[in-house]
Nanobody, 126 residues
Framework: QVQLVESGGGLVQAGGSLRLSCAAS????????MGWFRQAAGKEREFVAG????????NYADSVKGRFTISRDNDKNTVYLQMNSLKPEDTAVYSC???????????????????WGQGTQVTVSS
């Protein structure tokens, strides 16, 4: 198992940037593919980005492609989400999650993830 704690959320103007971090416990961090999800008020949780165990492969939701970048540092047990060119539509609670797979198959499916962080609020003003 792994425990996840997100940080870095906050209030930012449209067009601005934020970097979210997700700190993971344990020495088995590299055994998990990682994902970022978000949930806006009144809406379902949706996939944002995923990264493979090694960090060599990534994928993104169409809505954030070209603006967000997911990465990981296995030596620091941390996964990141760099968020650029933020839009009001990006406002949501962002959560990181872990699943024990080597690749990105079904990375967009929330129920495939075994462990979740508590989430961090991102608010983008116009």
């Amino acid at each position: 198992q792994v425990q996840l704690v997100e940080s870095g959320g906050g209030l930012v103007q449209a067009g601005g940037s934020l970097r979210l971090s997700c700190a993971a416990s344990g020495r088995t961090f590299s055994s998990y593919a990682m994902g970022w999800f978000r949930q806006a008020a009144g809406k379902e949780r949706e996939f944002v980005a995923g990264v493979s165990r090694s960090g060599g492969n990534t994928n993104y939701a169409d809505s954030v492609k070209g603006r967000f970048t997911i990465s990981r540092d296995n030596d620091k047990n941390t996964v990141y989400l760099q968020m650029n060119s933020l839009k009001p539509e990006d406002t949501a609670v962002y959560s990181c999650a872990a699943r024990p797979t080597s690749g990105l198959t079904s990375a967009w499916v929330p129920r495939e993830y075994h462990f979740w962080g508590q989430g961090t609020q991102v608010t983008v003003s116009s």
